[in-house]
């Protein structure tokens, strides 16, 4: 093949792959988020924190400190103009989505035309109180927006909600430097319990030491001029994470008695140390979750992690539903239906239960009625 027929070929083959995308954007739409019920606009905005106390484990770089992008929904002004796109960068991001829920890229390219609900940087409401903090964990491959549904909801209603990327757990966090970190938590092949432990204990110390990291650096910052930060009340602080992420908020509120409540999405407890396990927690906990998972280990450890509690602790399971749909997954398209990677439990439904459900648990323990 000549130079000449190479460059048709390739423009050809671009201009391919460019109307395929187009088509398949018409013929699997993405939907916008389902707007919030709460009375409040909600402003959102994301920042990069660096933990100097800690290194990175998942590196051997020197000097390399835990660092962390956050994202943070609150109650805002009147706002105008469009919304935020769900997904930032997008283009970096859909190729990290895909290899996390098996589905190629072509069938989820029209997730960068979601619209959120919130506004990015908008002015906050200073309503003369500070608001209750919840903070969100992701799960394995997930990432922080993953649950922007639930995250807009409580800031609607008078929260300030804070998601994390955990850097290397998540699919891939982006810094504000324009650095990034990959995917490397995953594992290949069937892992003996040692190896299993060796994996899974010193990620899930990182992630909720990432947890009381945060409520550190409020701390901090709230010490300065700053009066964004100081619109948190740290005496008022619920955790709530799916998969991994709903382990990492359980192992936090076993060891930072400045937690006020838990919840766990679908939450994978058989990585939860068992000497948390035997003692239980002692703040108010639900989880919520499917009817069945892979390994019965994990329903018989959450069983006992409630039995063992010495707080209200309430196990709910929803039939007709899968691991992802305690993600934004299944509100997006029909198309995480006919794939497999949501249950047969209307998504409506489904969203509705999710927000009620914790909104009444936070509203009933951490505000002030």
Request: negative net charge; aromatic residues 12%; glycine residues 6%.
């Amino acid at each position: 093949m000549n130079r000449i027929s190479f460059i048709i070929f390739y423009c050809f083959c671009c201009i391919f792959i460019y109307s395929c995308g187009a088509v398949m954007s018409k013929l699997v739409p993405f939907e916008n988020l389902p707007i919030p019920s709460g009375n409040y606009k909600v402003g959102t905005r994301v920042d990069t924190w660096v933990d100097t106390d800690r290194y990175e484990w998942f590196t051997s770089t020197p000097e390399d400190y835990r660092k962390i992008v956050v994202q943070v929904w609150y109650p805002a002004t009147s706002v105008s103009g469009p919304s935020a796109l769900y997904l930032d960068q997008w283009k970096r991001r859909i190729g990290p989505i895909s290899e996390q829920i098996d589905v190629p890229k072509i069938f989820i390219h029209s997730i960068k035309n979601v619209q959120s609900n919130s506004f990015l940087n908008a002015e906050a409401i200073n309503i003369g109180s500070p608001y209750p903090l919840i903070i969100f964990s992701h799960g394995l491959g997930g990432m922080r927006m993953q649950n922007t549904i639930q995250m807009e909801e409580l800031a609607s209603h008078g929260y300030i909600a804070l998601a994390i990327d955990h850097a290397y757990d998540a699919n891939i966090t982006l810094f504000d430097d324009g650095t990034i970190a990959d995917y490397r938590s995953g594992s290949e092949g069937e892992l003996t319990v040692e190896e299993f432990w060796d994996l899974r204990l010193p990620q899930i110390t990182t992630r909720g030491e990432d947890v009381s990291f945060i409520l550190d650096h409020l701390e901090h910052l709230q010490k300065s001029e700053n009066s964004f930060w100081k619109l948190i009340d740290l005496n008022r602080v619920g955790v709530m994470g799916h998969s991994f992420g709903g382990a990492t908020s359980i192992v936090a509120s076993s060891r930072d008695q400045r937690l006020d409540v838990c919840i766990a999405l679908d939450g994978w407890i058989v990585p939860i140390p068992s000497s948390i396990i035997q003692i239980g927690l002692n703040i108010p906990f639900l989880y919520i979750g499917r009817p069945k998972w892979d390994t019965p280990l994990n329903y018989l450890k959450l069983d006992t992690l409630i039995s063992t509690s010495s707080a209200y602790s309430e196990k709910l399971i929803l039939p007709g539903t899968r691991h992802f749909d305690y993600s934004d997954t299944p509100q997006f398209s029909s198309l995480a239906r006919n794939v497999g990677v949501s249950g047969k439990m209307s998504s409506d439904a489904l969203r509705d239960t999710l927000n009620t459900r914790m909104l009444n648990l936070f509203n009933e323990y951490l505000m002030n009625y």
